[in-house]
């Protein structure tokens, strides 16, 4: 369930998992407690940096998260911090070896989310900070995030491009042992209008199965570009707008 975030303080901020946890038992499925540094529409990178700052805080932090793991039922713990501070690398890994000296005595096993990269970039604001050689030695299993090559607020282009995921396998299975690594893969696609503007009209998500109904309502033919295996076609909407439509079906999830 997406997400617990965090405040500065230490606390998290519940969401109503009652229904998805009743299921993930039912179903014996092992449910992750996810939290983010999400605060007014977007990874926060004062937020994050406060909290790795402090160990006080992170003391607090890690307190509510057993808590809200004991209490809801939770398997696990995935940290999915994100934007944080370049700089800040080293303090994040400190928080995440004491997140697992907290957690792992008492069964719970803590996994993090990578953002997608090729060799190990230590600058920029999404991907300076995730050290995979720390991660892969600190936690129990990663989850990177190879996907969001094709966003909505970026020009049109293959969610997941399988050539841009298969770079960032490369290197991830070099630094962090294959048996920690969980490949992320998209249930969605996005529809942008064109022509595509930076700052202009963002790009609208899509499932599998819209993006489907959209092509047969407009009379698009599906296309398939096989260097990055994805589906994607255009149509032109009722106020004469053209769109373009990347999304993922059965031939770019076995690819």
């Known amino acids: 369930p997406f997400s617990y975030t965090v405040n500065e303080d230490g606390s998290l901020n519940p969401i109503n998992d009652t229904a998805?946890?009743?299921?993930?038992?039912?179903y014996n499925i092992a449910p992750l407690l996810v939290i983010t540094n999400f605060r007014n529409?977007?990874?926060d990178s004062n937020l994050v940096h406060n909290i790795l700052a402090s160990t006080a805080v992170q003391d607090l932090l890690i307190n509510n998260i057993l808590n809200t793991m004991r209490n809801k039922g939770y398997y696990g713990l995935n940290i999915d911090f994100e934007?944080?501070?370049?700089e800040d690398r080293e303090?994040?890994?400190?928080?995440?070896?004491?997140?697992?000296?907290?957690?792992?005595?008492?069964?719970?096993?803590?996994?993090?989310?990578?953002?997608?990269?090729?060799?190990?970039?230590q600058t920029g604001s999404w991907h300076g900070a995730h050290d995979y050689k720390a991660?892969?030695?600190i936690v129990d299993f990663v989850i990177l995030m190879t996907y969001e090559w094709g966003w909505s607020g970026g020009p049109p282009y293959a969610v997941a491009p399988i050539n841009l995921v298969e770079d960032v396998l490369r290197y991830a299975v070099s630094v962090i042992p294959a048996n920690k690594i969980f490949m992320g893969m998209p249930l969605y696609g996005y529809d942008w209008p064109l022509p595509?503007?930076?700052?202009?009209?963002?790009?609208?998500?899509?499932?599998?199965?819209?993006?489907?109904?959209?092509?047969?309502?407009?009379?698009?033919?599906?296309?398939?570009?096989?260097?990055?295996?994805?589906?994607?076609f255009n149509y032109w909407d009722e106020n004469g707008v053209e769109h373009t439509v990347w999304f993922e079906d059965a031939r770019s999830v076995r690819a």
């Not at 998805?20 to 039912?26: F, G, K, M, P, V």
């Not at 934007?83 to 370049?86: A, E, M, T």
């Open 135 to 137: 991660h892969g030695e």
């Open 83 to 86: 934007r944080i501070p370049p």
């Open 41 to 43: 529409g977007n990874f």
């Open 91 to 121: 303090l994040y890994n400190a928080f995440l070896r004491r997140v697992v000296a907290s957690l792992k005595p008492q069964g719970f096993p803590v996994s993090t989310a990578l953002a997608p990269k090729p060799e190990d970039y």
């Open 196 to 232: 595509y503007m930076p700052g202009g009209n963002w790009a609208r998500r899509v499932s599998p199965v819209r993006a489907v109904e959209l092509a047969a309502r407009y009379g698009a033919t599906i296309l398939y570009d096989r260097n990055v295996q994805a589906p994607h």
């Open 20 to 26: 998805i946890l009743q299921a993930a038992q039912r």
